[in-house]
């Protein structure tokens, strides 16, 4: 591959960038020394065009290629924020932040994209134009969709959009991919159950809601079990039970559960949408409460374009010889509301026997640094190349 030797000799620069980003984590849209490191840098690579703020905190690299004869222009996006988490690795370059920690590698996603950028300024070896987006809030935050209403895509005339995560438990530097729909749509529900508080020595003089939320927690595993084709993914998980008294003898008079609800197609979405709120409001009543569901429809499904995949999938082999088919992901990204907006597709590369990402142990392998860099690259010279 005509880049690996470049991204050899660029690997501890790139290394270095990573763990200082990793020693000072940041939180959603809060990535105010990360968003400015990565504007210096790409200042000081010689991009076109550096602009700071787009999607609050989110930053956009312009590098023009030698020539441009057909207009094309492709945009690459790395994350930048970390997880509200404690770090427990012990490295000398471990988060200076109390409570929060690179736990998911974009501190890596981001030093690989810079490091492509770097080259890319250097080289210019290609015809077109590359948008290099560095995004923030891809944890919760939805980052991309911030980043998408301030009219990246227009701006900037993005005609497609690439991008990347690191995967533990597959082998570094490998490639996996998959077209069509990837990654789940990510969705919360909060569910107000309203009884008759009491003594728990009188049940009958009750409406017990820790009874009605307990059958409810149980019935709303009916909608993946009975409502849902069993060769469709569905996946829904309460992971809250919150009660109004914490006394050991008192019937309370609320409870509130939350979750969250996870599939692979719209209608899909839909109904479970839909479900969620029937099932609970039957529940409730059935035992003479009251309900008072919530659903909040957060990341959609992410849909990688097929004829972008394949270009995925091609430029990853031509970096390591290889690209696997990449199992489907319940998990949700963000990427999924710029693959709105514009044909594209998401890649997974590997990062070795690691603990799993949101883990207080997981850290990104700087081996993988090479391979990602070389992928980014390589989607703008091949698909850019110069006549």
Same mark, same amino acid.
């Given at each position: +591959?005509?880049?690996? !030797?470049?991204?050899?000799?660029?690997?501890?620069?790139?290394?270095?960038?990573?763990?200082?980003? =990793?020693?000072?984590?940041?939180?959603?849209?809060?990535?105010?020394?990360?968003?400015?490191?990565?504007?210096?840098?790409?200042?000081? #690579? &010689?991009?076109?065009?550096?602009?700071?703020?787009?999607?609050?905190?989110?930053?956009?690299?312009?590098?023009?290629?030698?020539?441009?004869?057909?207009?094309?222009?492709?945009?690459?996006?790395?994350?930048?924020?970390?997880?509200?988490?404690?770090?427990?690795?012990?490295?000398?370059?471990?988060?200076?932040?109390?409570?929060?920690?690179?736990? /998911?590698?974009?501190?890596?996603?981001?030093?690989?994209?810079?490091?492509?950028?770097?080259?890319? /300024?250097?080289?210019? !070896?290609?015809?077109?134009?590359?948008?290099?987006? #560095?995004?923030?809030?891809?944890?919760?935050? *939805? %980052?991309?969709?911030?980043?998408?209403?301030?009219?990246?895509?227009?701006?900037?005339?993005?005609?497609?959009?690439?991008?990347?995560?690191?995967?533990?438990?597959?082998?570094?530097?490998?490639?996996?991919?998959?077209?069509?729909?990837?990654?789940?749509?990510?969705?919360?529900?909060?569910?107000?159950?309203?009884?008759?508080? *009491? =003594?728990?020595?009188?049940?009958?003089?009750?409406?017990?809601?820790?009874?009605?939320?307990?059958?409810?927690? $149980?019935?709303?595993?009916?909608?993946?079990?009975?409502?849902?084709?069993?060769?469709?993914?569905?996946?829904?998980?309460?992971?809250?039970?919150?009660?109004?008294?914490?006394?050991?003898?008192?019937?309370?008079?609320?409870?509130?559960?939350? &979750?969250?609800?996870?599939?692979?197609?719209?209608?899909?979405?839909?109904?479970?949408?839909?479900?969620?709120?029937?099932?609970?409001?039957?529940?409730?009543?059935?035992?003479?409460?009251?309900?008072?569901?919530?659903?909040?429809?957060?990341?959609? $499904?992410?849909?990688?374009?097929?004829?972008?995949?394949?270009?995925?999938?091609? #430029?990853?082999?031509?970096?390591?010889?290889? /690209?696997?088919?990449?199992?489907?992901?319940? %998990?949700?990204?963000?990427?999924?509301?710029?693959?709105?907006?514009?044909?594209?597709?998401?890649?997974?590369? *590997?990062?070795?026997?690691?603990?799993?990402?949101?883990?207080?142990?997981?850290?990104?392998?700087?081996?993988?640094?090479?391979?990602?860099?070389?992928?980014?690259?390589?989607?703008?010279?091949?698909? +850019?190349?110069?006549?």
């Amino acid at each position: +591959m005509p880049v690996k !030797n470049r991204f050899a000799e660029l690997q501890a620069e790139i290394t270095a960038w990573r763990r200082d980003f =990793h020693a000072h984590p940041e939180l959603l849209y809060e990535t105010h020394r990360t968003a400015a490191r990565v504007a210096e840098l790409l200042e000081a #690579f &010689g991009c076109d065009e550096v602009v700071t703020g787009l999607g609050r905190t989110g930053v956009v690299g312009v590098i023009r290629g030698r020539s441009d004869s057909a207009g094309r222009v492709i945009g690459l996006r790395a994350d930048m924020d970390a997880l509200p988490i404690e770090e427990a690795t012990g490295l000398d370059y471990a988060s200076k932040t109390p409570g929060v920690m690179h736990a /998911c590698g974009h501190d890596g996603h981001t030093a690989m994209l810079l490091g492509a950028a770097k080259y890319l /300024c250097e080289t210019r !070896n290609f015809d077109g134009t590359t948008v290099v987006v #560095f995004q923030p809030a891809e944890e919760g935050g *939805g %980052g991309a969709k911030a980043m998408c209403e301030d009219g990246l895509m227009d701006r900037f005339g993005i005609q497609e959009v690439y991008g990347m995560h690191n995967w533990p438990g597959m082998e570094v530097g490998s490639f996996h991919i998959r077209p069509g729909p990837f990654f789940a749509s990510a969705d919360h529900f909060r569910i107000e159950l309203e009884g008759k508080g *009491g =003594h728990a020595a009188k049940p009958h003089e009750t409406i017990d809601t820790t009874l009605m939320a307990s059958h409810l927690v $149980v019935a709303l595993q009916s909608i993946a079990a009975r409502n849902a084709n069993p060769v469709e993914q569905v996946v829904v998980s309460v992971t809250s039970f919150e009660t109004s008294s914490n006394a050991y003898n008192v019937i309370p008079q609320t409870v509130v559960l939350k &979750g969250t609800a996870r599939t692979l197609k719209p209608e899909l979405r839909d109904m479970v949408e839909a479900r969620i709120i029937e099932i609970s409001n039957g529940v409730a009543a059935t035992f003479g409460g009251v309900s008072r569901p919530k659903y909040h429809r957060n990341y959609p $499904v992410m849909v990688n374009a097929e004829t972008e995949t394949n270009y995925a999938a091609e #430029f990853a082999r031509a970096v390591s010889g290889d /690209c696997g088919e990449a199992p489907l992901i319940m %998990g949700g990204e963000d990427f999924a509301f710029m693959l709105e907006e514009r044909p594209g597709a998401y890649i997974l590369v *590997g990062n070795g026997d690691t603990a799993a990402v949101h883990h207080p142990e997981y850290n990104f392998d700087d081996a993988v640094i090479p391979a990602g860099c070389s992928w980014f690259a390589e989607i703008a010279e091949k698909r +850019m190349p110069v006549a």
